[in-house]
């Protein structure tokens, strides 16, 4: 046995203060026999083998790990199982649970058993010993890391290691602080089967703006020039306040942390400005501006989030934007799973919503850049896409329940008061049209077809081959010339200064639709704001794309003959004119000429 003064691995240490040596034993190289009290886990073992309510005050206060001696520890296991399976313990049901794993050696052939339940405490005075235990077991634990910080110097460990270790420990003692003592969340998680099935999962109401239910998870994807966190914030402050919010009815005020470490404050206070909002209408929400939490892919940032949650008592939490919050790096799936294990698990047990703000990747069809891990513990996913002039999209695109609304079409809506926006004129509101004449109902009008494509979330300035296979996905019959009608009025609402997008086209006008674009009645010599939306600085210089003219097809002043515009399209092979169910079917070939049914020429002999 090594001395005092030569410790791991013969190391030779002069001035070192030796080790205390206590009763029960000597150190083994470091440390005396670890702290615990073992009476008082006698004490505690013997009365919840006799009462499952002991257990459960006892359970809410000690873990297992908390319990030193090994025998103890397997009693209450023991018991843990009974409890978790409905079954009242008692010490002769110990007994036979141990016997049938073949451990009753460890309990001194059942005699620890007899010895303990023989004469135990009530189930009110169990709690006082279990808090000895706890007690003794944060003792155990420091002592421990003591032991650890010594072993690292001897080994020649740096400053900064040593600071690793302490950090690490102290994270793991204040998350243990926060997120509870015992297992009791364990036998909580426990379905009841009674009150499980008499609850109608289906009738829960949803959030306002139905994007989300309670409790859930959702991610809120797109780039920086879709406005992600304007149209979070004022959906934020409206549920706060219990407003409506698209078009969904008012309810009861939702209480929201929201966490932002994107935006600056002076453009906070102009969005929530230009909402309506004020110091004396802002309703339940909460908001942490640049927070000092630590990272939330880690053990003592979700400690600090979970502190402020309950500081705060929210039922939703708001993340933007969920990059600025994390250490690790994106395209690490670990990343995403210590954040769903140290922070959104947490929030999800205790039945907290999230909304995280993400940013689309280099491909926009992957949705969220970095790792796919990210998106597999949400219940939803919402991209948030700018179709031009005010327009946008939002599409969910991933869901775990399916229940809601699948896509909106929006309208972003602002004006100016001089230099600064208008209070109360930034909204979000459910695009609509002006002359809805109810042909959108009727299948195979180019109605139909616009109506059908803005559902699918298809962009407005997709194409005449896009378009046609979209239509083609979703089993719907389609001409030629309808689909190109669809496609011309669809660009149309980008591409055609005023069209559509502006107050005028809604119940409640505004005289400008949409931070930074001018209003319809505006002289075309004055100038466009430089700001696309309240907070928001330009991102490009210039003005508006002019739509191009098509050619005349009057000829050219000369003599020459003018093209008539043919009455239907043209066969794509022989070039001669469709009709008939070939037209409103949607085929871009004759009969005679189609490649399974016809003699298919080829064109260019």
């Given at each position: 046995m090594?001395t005092d003064d030569?410790?791991?691995?013969?190391?030779?240490?002069?001035?070192v203060?030796?080790?205390?040596?206590?009763?029960?034993g000597?150190?083994d190289?470091?440390t005396?026999?670890s702290p615990?009290?073992?009476?008082?886990?006698?004490?505690v073992?013997?009365?919840?083998?006799?009462d499952?309510a002991?257990?459960q005050a006892?359970?809410?206060?000690i873990?297992?790990?908390?319990?030193?001696?090994?025998?103890?520890?397997?009693l209450w296991?023991?018991?843990a199982?009974?409890v978790?399976?409905?079954?009242?313990p008692?010490?002769?049901?110990?007994?036979a649970?141990?016997?049938?794993?073949?451990?009753l050696r460890?309990v001194?052939?059942?005699?620890?058993i007899?010895?303990?339940?023989?004469?135990?405490l009530p189930?009110?005075?169990?709690?006082?010993?279990?808090?000895?235990i706890?007690?003794?077991?944060r003792?155990?634990?420091?002592?421990?890391?003591?032991?650890?910080?010594?072993?690292?110097?001897?080994?020649?460990?740096?400053?900064e290691d040593?600071?690793?270790l302490?950090t690490?420990?102290?994270?793991g003692e204040?998350?243990?602080?926060?997120?509870?003592r015992?297992?009791?969340?364990?036998?909580?998680?426990?379905?009841?089967?009674?009150t499980?099935?008499?609850?109608d999962?289906?009738?829960?109401?949803?959030?306002?703006?139905?994007?989300?239910?309670?409790g859930?998870?959702?991610?809120?994807?797109g780039d920086?020039?879709?406005?992600?966190?304007?149209?979070?914030?004022e959906?934020?402050?409206?549920?706060a306040?219990g407003?409506?919010?698209?078009?969904?009815?008012?309810?009861?005020?939702?209480?929201?942390l929201?966490?932002?470490a994107?935006?600056?404050?002076?453009?906070?206070?102009?969005?929530?400005l230009s909402?309506?909002?004020?110091?004396?209408?802002m309703?339940?929400?909460?908001?942490?501006s640049?927070?000092?939490v630590?990272?939330?892919?880690?053990?003592?940032?979700g400690?600090?989030?979970?502190?402020?949650?309950k500081a705060?008592?929210?039922e939703?939490?708001?993340?933007?934007?969920?990059?600025?919050f994390i250490s690790g790096?994106?395209n690490?799936?670990?990343?995403?799973?210590?954040?769903?294990r140290?922070?959104?698990?947490?929030?999800?047990?205790?039945?907290?919503?999230?909304?995280?703000?993400d940013?689309?990747g280099k491909?926009?069809?992957r949705?969220?850049?970095g790792?796919?891990?990210?998106?597999?513990d949400?219940?939803?996913?919402w991209?948030?896409a700018a179709?031009?002039?005010?327009a946008?999209?939002?599409?969910?695109?991933?869901?775990?329940?399916g229940i809601?609304?699948?896509?909106?079409?929006l309208?972003?809506?602002?004006?100016?008061?001089?230099?600064?926006?208008?209070?109360?004129?930034?909204r979000?509101v459910?695009?609509?049209?002006e002359?809805d004449?109810?042909?959108a109902?009727i299948?195979?009008?180019v109605?139909?077809i616009?109506?059908?494509?803005d559902k699918?979330?298809l962009p407005?300035?997709?194409?005449?081959r896009?378009?046609r296979g979209?239509?083609?996905e979703?089993?719907?019959?389609?001409?030629?010339d309808?689909?190109?009608?669809?496609v011309?009025?669809?660009?149309?609402?980008?591409?055609?200064?005023?069209?559509?997008?502006?107050?005028?086209?809604f119940?409640d006008p505004?005289p400008?639709?949409?931070?930074?674009?001018?209003?319809?009645?505006t002289?075309?010599?004055?100038e466009?704001p430089?700001q696309?939306f309240?907070g928001t600085?330009?991102e490009?210089?210039?003005?508006?794309p002019v739509?191009?003219?098509?050619?005349?097809?009057r000829?050219n002043?000369q003599?020459?003959?003018?093209?008539d515009d043919?009455p239907d399209?043209?066969c794509?092979?022989?070039?001669?004119?469709?009709?008939?169910y070939?037209?409103?079917?949607?085929?871009?070939?004759?009969?005679?000429?189609?490649?399974?049914?016809?003699s298919h020429p080829?064109?260019a002999a």
């Open positions: 090594p030569t410790l791991l691995n013969g190391a030779h240490v002069e001035n203060h030796p080790f205390p040596r206590d009763q029960q000597d150190h190289g470091f005396m026999t615990h009290d073992a009476e008082a886990e006698a004490l073992i013997g009365a919840v083998m006799h499952a002991a257990y006892c359970a809410a206060i873990d297992r790990d908390d319990i030193y001696i090994p025998a103890h520890r397997l296991d023991t018991v199982g009974l978790a399976a409905g079954t009242p008692h010490p002769v049901l110990v007994r649970e141990i016997e049938k794993l073949g451990r460890e001194d052939g059942g005699n620890l007899n010895l303990l339940g023989a004469d135990y189930a009110s005075s169990a709690p006082h010993f279990a808090e000895q706890y007690e003794t077991a003792q155990r634990r420091y002592d421990q890391h003591a032991n650890e910080l010594k072993a690292a110097i001897i080994r020649g460990a740096t400053g040593l600071d690793a302490v690490n420990f102290n994270q204040q998350l243990r602080e926060t997120t509870g015992g297992p009791a969340h364990l036998v909580a998680a426990l379905l009841d089967w009674g499980f099935y008499a609850t999962f289906g009738a829960i109401q949803l959030l306002p703006g139905k994007l989300m239910g309670p859930q998870q959702i991610t809120v994807v920086g020039k879709a406005g992600k966190s304007l149209f979070v914030q959906w934020a402050w409206r549920m306040t407003q409506s919010f698209l078009g969904d009815k008012p309810q009861d005020p939702v209480r929201i929201y966490l932002d994107e935006n600056g404050q002076e453009q906070v206070q102009e969005r929530f909402f309506g909002a004020g110091p004396l209408s309703g339940e929400l909460r908001y942490a640049f927070p000092p630590r990272p939330l892919d880690t053990a003592g940032g400690a600090d989030l979970i502190a402020l949650v705060t008592n929210a939703l939490v708001v993340i933007d934007t969920v990059s600025r790096p994106e690490d799936a670990d990343t995403w799973l210590n954040l769903y140290h922070t959104l698990l947490p929030l999800k047990r205790d039945r907290i919503a999230s909304a995280r703000l940013h689309f491909d926009k069809d949705g969220g850049r790792s796919s891990a990210k998106t597999q949400v219940d939803h996913v991209e948030l179709q031009g002039g005010g946008l999209t939002l599409k969910r695109t991933h869901t775990r329940t809601g609304p699948e896509h909106f079409s309208l972003r809506q602002a004006r100016r008061d001089g230099d600064n926006w208008a209070v109360g004129g930034t979000h459910l695009m609509t049209y002359h004449t109810g042909m109902a299948p195979g009008t109605e139909h616009i109506a059908t494509l699918a979330g407005n300035d997709a194409g005449n896009v378009v979209k239509l083609t979703l089993q719907i019959s389609a001409g030629n309808k689909i190109a009608k669809a011309a009025t669809r660009k149309a609402r980008t591409e055609m200064p005023g069209s559509d997008v502006s107050g005028e086209a119940r505004l400008q639709t949409f931070p930074g674009t001018r209003s319809r009645n002289p075309g010599t004055d466009t430089g696309t309240p600085l330009p490009t210089p210039g003005t508006p739509p191009t003219v098509p050619p005349s097809k000829g002043g003599g020459t003959p003018g093209t043919t399209p043209l794509t092979v022989c070039d001669k004119p469709l009709h008939g070939r037209l409103d079917r949607g085929y871009d070939t004759c009969l005679s000429c189609d490649p399974e049914t016809g080829d064109p």
